[in-house]
């Protein structure tokens, strides 16, 4: 029966993180309000009520706001998961792990980066070109997240930092740990990638979050350490939110970067498992608790 518990256990902390995430833009809403009607009464002037909505619409939708309330929900969730991982699952987020101390990890880290962002541009591309509307509906979402336009500071360290040990924490951490309880490695980690792409709520970016998702649990499983995750997790949103996309408009310099990301990036997994040994842990209950 406990395997049962554990498997079931694996929806609870995506569901948690978007209760967190739909909890917090409540109050912030609320300041907005407030402040909306502040504004009214210091300038003394009639505003419809009408008036006061379309403010407030144009307020919460806004970069900033997007920007701190996703700070707010990342550094909810590092704390809250955190800590989850660390006492029900004995993770261990307070030792540096000695594997990403040995150069050659850390480098292999680094190389990984180019070719996943390679195979995520892939599966984008393949999927709007078979669903064009699915790619609709996520270029809205971006545009409405204020993401099509030039990045922030806030929203920088929330997409680069915050957002990755967040959601790290929450599927390589709490998730793959409990999945690892009922199933064996190679079906946790299937399933707590698919939890990461519904997590991401639009198919496009959940086909391929799930990709990455495989990637980043078998990474975080095979140096023995969330860290690694983390750490590839990071560079991989680094480089999506800082590389220009004009590279890509010229076929020449498109191709080279293709080629030479697949490159680095094959290299990359080889100097990782090199490195690196496989110590799949599954923490199964015993037969007397079936």
Not at 155 to 176: N, S
Not at 217 to 232: P, W
Request: proline letters at 4%; charged letters at 10%; hydrophobic letters at 55%.
């Amino acid at each position: 029966m406990k395997k049962v518990g554990y498997f079931f256990l694996c929806f609870v902390p995506m569901i948690f993180s978007i209760s967190i995430q739909i909890f917090l833009s409540f109050p912030a809403t609320g300041i907005c309000m407030m402040a909306e009607f502040a504004k009214a009464l210091i300038s003394g002037n009639r505003i419809s009520i009408m008036e006061l909505y379309n403010n407030l619409m144009t307020a919460i939708t806004t970069n900033t706001f997007t920007s701190l309330v996703s700070i707010a929900f990342s550094l909810s969730c590092i704390f809250i998961f955190g800590f989850w991982y660390k006492q029900q699952f004995s993770g261990n987020i307070k030792e540096f792990p000695k594997n990403l101390k040995k150069p050659m990890v850390f480098l292999s880290i680094i190389f990984m980066v180019p070719g996943l962002q390679m195979l995520a541009s892939m599966v984008t591309s393949i999927t709007s070109a078979l669903f064009p509307k699915w790619m609709e509906f996520y270029e809205k979402l971006i545009e409405a997240a204020g993401l099509s336009t030039d990045i922030t500071f806030l929203m920088l360290i929330y997409a680069v930092l915050l957002g990755p040990i967040g959601e790290e924490l929450i599927f390589r951490g709490v998730t793959l740990a409990s999945a690892k309880r009922a199933l064996p490695f190679w079906a946790a980690n299937l399933f707590q990638a698919l939890l990461f792409g519904v997590f991401h709520m639009n198919v496009i970016q959940g086909i391929y979050a799930f990709f990455v998702g495989l990637f980043m649990g078998y990474v975080c499983e095979r140096g023995g350490s969330i860290y690694h995750s983390i750490l590839l997790h990071i560079l991989f949103n680094a480089w999506g939110t800082l590389l220009p996309t004009n590279i890509m408009s010229n076929p020449v310099s498109a191709g080279i970067l293709l080629i030479v990301s697949i490159f680095v990036g094959i290299a990359g997994f080889f100097m990782f498992r090199k490195n690196t040994t496989l110590h799949v842990v599954n923490i199964l209950p015993d037969s007397s608790d079936m």
